[in-house]
């Protein structure tokens, strides 16, 4: 069971480790406990061999399909060009799938890096310089500013200490360390007096105890959660999977019983012959550019989203994001800026309201909506010149420094008061710092020649320090009234969850200019109140509307944070995602349910604050055993469990650490929700158009092996022969279906909810693929019958082009009704997509170059059919733009097998 270090005093945490705090380990000591405990790092793990992960894609249902078609067309067709082609194929399926596995293999490599390579020590009584690697448990460790802590650590002295805690928690904002005891059952956010390996000291100095070392720290057990996530396999490769294993049951079926009715014709004398036969059409059955169709269209989502501001690191993920259900975003610079801005201003009896939004100068102080003239109020003028000067911010243009003075400053600079100019005025003389006891700051500069006192801090204690306040008429006695007041206007400025800081000042000129010999408590006494500054890291813009759309396409949008419950609730009230009434927990809620209660409640759930890292990912899991599918957000390594877990993960291009880069499956360039939302738009007409190419293609597939096998059967006689079948899936089939992939689309895909997880690839299309094999076969069939039975044609050869235009128009012209499952060609046109148009008049002119030119006919086993043949062509050709998707794409049960 984890001690609760941070529930001990000092002394008792020493005694624990039995350590001496003045005089460190022995030498000799920390030799052995790193013979006991094992070096500061985490393990690495062995990685699997490329052979092995080349090993596991091959044994992939579909990838075996391909590799047996590729066989039998170089060694039973003799046809290189088609194995080639297969081959081409096949490669690059297993190399992004391999790609895929080596990247997650890469998570753990990128967590190491973030221990810091050195540690000052104290052993023997002296300081020491050693590698991180060699702390153990009890040693006594030094931190300043700009050191990465080497190691989980219970603070024993601290002055003025902050570290950011980013990688670990996701929230930006220094945190204020301390040494004293806290109680039991404080969370891991808020143990202040514990630093914790791998993040940062930005100001200040300490000294403290290691407890904990490599797998036992905060980045150890993140590094043992993202070990034990599942890397989750994508919705749509295993609908391939399943689809494939069917296709290869109906190839099986279909090569045994031609082969059966070859050899009942022909006898056994023909068995070799007639199984090269069977096998060749049954390996025209397989739809196998359906691969590469998938990957064309996937690569073109790709790089739409890419200039949407969303890099995918494989392909799949494209239209994993079309498939999401569920959202679990990030608060922190992803829903919101990511910075802190003054939004509110108050001065004596007026509250004004700043517009913009992070570090950007733009914007302007309003009161009822209405810009403020400085010239005009000179109170509101004085708190911004006295919040500016009292602030450690160099320029208002270098956005270096503590979030909350950065934000007063830029809010000073689109009033039109400037840092550097003031400075450059306003000489400081004496600073007295912040510290989390005093929680206040103060500034001594020169104004008018006399030395002023400028103190900001929490308005409870500048208010208790406080004997007037300023307002326009002048000074007046600060009341109880009035310090109700003013206290009672920072209450609800908090609860809408905003960061407060009071302002004041006081004239020390009655001193004289020895200022250096006042006392702290002298100078920060007897001040005037000014006003209050309410910040905030404010929603970004386009959030309101991105939240609105996701919930339109009914996309369930959770929020998981590990900031305050106040601050989360009152940013997703803003974007319209939380309304009073529904469900917000805290992550020591979630500690208190078991995994049947949290997946009862986890789609209810609109808020989860102050999350560690098993909460993301116990939400995560409880969402997908509700069957779900699972976008995560974040941006540090405390995010990583929950991203390689989730069926897509998404880190932040800008902000995000290289541990969740890594986990994630796609990387958002402007680290903004909106473009999320806009990547599932996306996502979703790209599993359009993929259930339009399994459509097409296996409609045609399954007719053009139909027409053989029936024709054998009734006919005694293959009416196609395999040759101009692959001319069909090569020519025909392939450019116009490929071209399919720039289609623009037809669907306002976010006023649908989400497709149903369980359903098959071709739900809703099992109508629509019946209706047009139907059609493809029987029209087919019945010209050969007319012709030869009825007309008394023997030209076999002359008839067999004929049925070969016949199915080639047909495939043409019924594709322009796979590019909508709502609209037919007569509601949408030839327009739209001229890549496809010229595809299809492409496969025409080629088609008729064999049917025409002798040489190339005569090798096709055709006979050119005459003018009025064309008649029957047309006949049957053209039906495919009857077969509308108005009335043939519906949900028939019998599909979901597929």
Known sequence: MEKNWHALDVKQVAEELKVDIEYGLSIDEAKERLKIYGYNELPVKKRKAIWEMLLEQIKDIFVLMLIAA??????????????????????????????????????????????????????????????????????????EEGDVVPADARLIEVSELRTNEAPLTGESFPVTKTSGVLPPETPIPDRTNIVYMGTAVVRGHGKAIVIGTGLNTEFGRIARLVEAAEEEVTPLKIKLSNFARKIALIVVALAIGLMTLLVFEKGLVAIVESAMIAISLAVAAVPEGLPAILTITLAIAAKKLAKNNALVKYLLAAETLGSVTVICSDKTGTITTGDMTVKKIYVYDKMYDVSGVGYNLDGKILFEE????????????????????????????????????LAIVVAGAKAGILKSGLEAHYRRIREIPFSSERKRMTTVNIVDGKPYALSKGAPEIILDRCVGIETENGILSLSDEIKQKILSIVNNLASDGYRVLAVAYRDLSDFGMEIDKLSEDEIESKL???????????????????????????????????????????????????????????????????????????????????????????????????????????????????LKEAHIGVAMGIKGTEVSKEAADMILLDDNFATIVRAIELGRGVYDKIKAFARFLLSCNIGEVLIITLGVLLFREPILLPALILWINLVTDGPPATALAWDPSFEDVMSRPPRDPRE?????????????TIILTAGPLFTFFYYTNILGINDINRVRAIIFLQVVLFELSVIWNMRSESKSVFKIGFRGNNLLLAAVVLSLLMTLLIVYVPPIALAFHLNPPTLADWIAILAVGTLGFLIVPEVFCRRVNLVKAL
Not at 373 to 386: D, F, G, I, Q, Y
């Open 760 to 772: 098959g690839i071709l739900s809703g299309s099992l109508l629509f693929i019946l209706v047009t």
């Open 370 to 405: 209405r810009e403020v003239n400085l010239e005009e109020n000179k109170l509101l003028s004085k708190l911004l010149m006295a919040g500016v000067l009292c602030t450690n911010v160099a320029h208002e243009r270098e956005f270096i420094g503590d979030p909350t003075e």
């Open 528 to 642: 005037i109140f000014i006003g209050l500054f309410g910040m905030i890291d404010p929603p970004r813009p386009e959030v309101f509307e991105a939240t609105k759309k996701a919930k339109k396409a009914g996309i369930n949008v959770i929020m998981i944070t590990g900031d305050h419950a106040l601050t989360a609730e009152a940013i997703s009230k803003q974007i319209g995602l939380y309304k009073p009434g529904e469900l917000i927990l805290q992550g020591k809620d979630i500690d208190k349910l078991s995994d049947e209660d949290l997946q009862s409640i986890a789609d209810k759930l609109r808020v989860l604050a102050r999350a560690m890292p098993e909460h993301k990912l116990r939400m995560v899991r409880a969402l997908k055993r509700k069957s779900q599918i699972v976008a995560v957000t974040g941006d540090g390594v405390n995010d990583a469990p929950a």
């Open 70 to 143: 590729c066989l039998i067309s170089l060694f039973i067709e003799k046809s290189v060009v088609d194995s080639v082609v297969i081959l081409a194929i096949v490669v690059i399926n297993v190399a992004v799938s391999v790609h895929q596995e080596y990247k997650a293999e890469n998570i753990l490599e990128k967590l190491r890096q973030y221990a810091a390579p050195k540690a000052r020590v104290m052993r023997n009584g002296k300081i020491f310089e050693v590698f991180a690697r060699e702390l153990v448990p009890g040693d006594i460790i030094l931190l």
